[in-house]
């Protein structure tokens, strides 16, 4: 199976900051991945496909990017609303398998 | 738009069964796989099976190989997760999801077995406890 190391597991921002999340893939699995943020009590939402590839009303702060086998998920100014978890998710193979998840709070 | 209302969950025993239902609206059902997701209280998400688009094809995770099936009606719009032989593990909320993969007689684009998914049902919790 492809493991999805994904770090942090958790971070506090500030309104407006820059907010970073990487994933790494065991192996190589070209573009195939996408994020996903999950707020309490809810289903998970796509926000990125294809490792940069913004899903339909996806605000545009939210971005993607790969570099080998390591991909990297931004927001590029925090807002209040997107407190969340946050998943990466690769596609290459079966069976799908999700990075552990990152929890971003408010400081 | 597209909606997913997954159903079915509940209370069981352990060595129990359990049918889960997921009625699809808003998209042409028959032209897309169908995923099922776990998610243990407090903890990530887990891809559990995928049925394709004309349920001629079905994929399990490990850990529920011979005891969780997936099947289809078309005519329903409707998926479904038979989950057989519980254990106190199973415990989750069970989401179904909308494969991004579009298929017909004539093929599935994109051309893969293994494909994500983009739109989600709400969820439904099963507890397994005695």
């Known amino acids: 199976d492809i493991q999805m190391t994904q770090s942090p597991s958790s971070l506090s921002a500030s309104v407006g900051d820059r907010v970073t999340i990487t994933c790494q893939a065991s192996?190589?699995?070209?573009?195939?991945l996408n994020w996903y943020q999950q707020k309490p009590g809810q289903a998970p939402k796509l926000l990125i496909y294809?490792?940069?590839d913004m899903e339909t009303g996806v605000p545009s702060r939210f971005s993607g990017s790969r570099s080998g086998t390591d991909f990297t998920f931004t927001i590029s100014s925090l807002q209040p609303e997107d407190i969340a978890t946050y998943y990466c998710q690769q596609y290459d193979n079966l069976p799908l398998t999700f990075g552990g998840g990152t929890k971003v709070k408010i400081k | 738009q597209v909606q997913l209302v997954d159903s079915g969950g509940g209370v069981v025993q352990p060595g129990r069964s359990l049918r889960l239902s997921c009625a699809a609206s808003?998209?042409?059902?028959?032209?897309?796989?169908m995923h099922w997701v776990r998610q243990a209280p407090g903890k990530g998400l887990e891809w559990v099976t995928l049925?394709?688009?004309?349920?001629?094809?079905?994929y399990y995770t490990d850990s529920v190989k011979g005891r969780f099936t997936i099947s289809r009606d078309n005519s329903k719009n409707t998926v479904y997760l038979q989950l057989n032989s519980l254990r106190a593990e199973d415990t989750a909320v069970y989401y179904c999801?909308?494969?991004?993969?579009?298929?017909?007689?004539?093929?599935?684009?994109?051309?893969?077995?293994?494909?994500?998914?983009?739109?989600w049902g709400q969820g439904t919790t099963v507890t397994v406890s005695s």
């Open positions: 294809d490792a940069s």
């Open positions: 192996q190589d699995i070209s573009n195939h």
């Open positions: 049925i394709s688009y004309d349920g001629s094809n079905k």
């Open positions: 999801a909308k494969g991004r993969q579009f298929c017909t007689s004539a093929g599935c684009y994109p051309p893969s077995a293994s494909y994500p998914m983009d739109v």
């Open positions: 808003g998209f042409t059902f028959s032209n897309y796989g």
